[in-house]
Each structure stands twice: as structure tokens, then as C-alpha cells.
């Protein structure tokens, strides 16, 4: 499987302004390793060890891995600590799947069509991942409570088989097996929103074309 996105470029550059008198002016950090693509958005932000200091998350598509920028506080970032994931990594979002109280990784694996959850343990280490299988093509994730019990659940875009899956969450770092939805063409992006007034979530898949559709109580509208 092949990768249909835009290649970025092989570093990504973080960009903030100083002040200098009555004007600002921009400097940038390159993150060296960070080989981005254009799926789904590849940087994800917590704080990961607990400093109170933001850190980042970005998904390397070419080297199979994500990688965790410390931040110094000033606006730099350390050195980065890579964390294996499934092939083709496209997507990162960040979410408490275990109620700890940490923040821990969600990755979306383009080329080998799964998703890797990573627990953080709260001092910006993690544990293994454990990959669970989606749709054909995934290119984006989005945490979210589907169901209303109170734990994060996965929705999952996948762009080869034209669906969006959804992995329930156990509460414990755990996620059920997950139910696809047919959406009829390629999703590129997700949302959430309360469509029908029934005070639970519905998603709402779109791509870059303007096709989009609401997946409401798991049917397509």
C-alpha cells in the first residue's frame, strides 16, 4: 500500500514570535526526524511528563514511530523520544484511556490499517503499544464519547474502504472490537456534534471534496 498524500518535507519547523519593541518577529526550532505527511493532523500536544510544560507528539510516516518533543519551557524542545507504532503512521491524538489521570497516544497507521494506543505513565514514558485493527486506509483519529459513559472512544476515518470505525472504550486502556460504518466515499476528516437533539454525539465524516455524511445512532444519513 502505497502513500497517497503530499510529502511535507523531512523537518518541522516550530515557529513562535519574540518581541522586539513594537514589532514581533518569528523564530523557528527545526525538530530534526520529524518526516511528516498529509493525512490527518500529525502533531498532537500534552503535557507528557508532568512538568506543566507543553510537549509534542508527532507522527513520523517514513520510520514507523512517534516521536515525544519534551518542551524546555522557553519554547524550545529536547531531544526526541521515539516510540515504535504500526506502519505509516498518519494521525495522533491524545486522550486519557485509562483514567489515570496521564495523557496517553492514539496513532492512526495508514499503511498497515490500525491504530496504536500508547499509555502514558505520567513521566513522559510509555508503555508498548497494542494495535487494533480498523478499516482499510485509516488517515484519521478523533477521541471522543459515543456512548455517553463517561470513557474516551476512537473514531477512525479510513480512505480505502470508505468507512469510519469506532472502537468503544473499556475504561482501562482497553478498546472493544470496532464497528465500521459504510460512508460511501473516502473520508478525509471527522466531527462531532449533537445533530438531533438527543444529547449524545453524532460524527460527521467529510473529505477534501465536499462530500460528507452524519452517522447517526450507527446509520448513514
Known sequence: MGNPWITLGC???????????????????????????????????????GDGIPDLALANFGSDIVSVYFGNGDGTFGSPRDLPVGSGPLSVAVGDFDGDGSPDLVVVNFQSSNVSVLLGNGDGTFQAAWNYSVGSGPVYVFVIDMNGDGVPDLAVANSESESVSILLGNGDGTFQAPRNFDVSFAPDWLAAGDF??????????????????????????
Open 196 to 221: 438531533n437533539g438527543n444529547g449524545l454525539p453524532e460524527l460527521l465524516a467529510v473529505n477534501r471534496f465536499g462530500s460528507f455524511a452524519v452517522l447517526l445512532g450507527g446509520r448513514r444519513q
Open 11 to 49: 523537518l518541522m519547523a516550530v515557529l513562535w514570535s519574540q518581541s522586539v519593541g513594537a514589532a514581533s518577529r518569528l523564530r523557528a526550532q527545526h525538530l530534526a526526524g520529524a518526516a511528516l505527511a498529509s493525512g490527518g493532523p500529525p502533531v498532537a500536544v500534552s503535557d507528557f511528563n
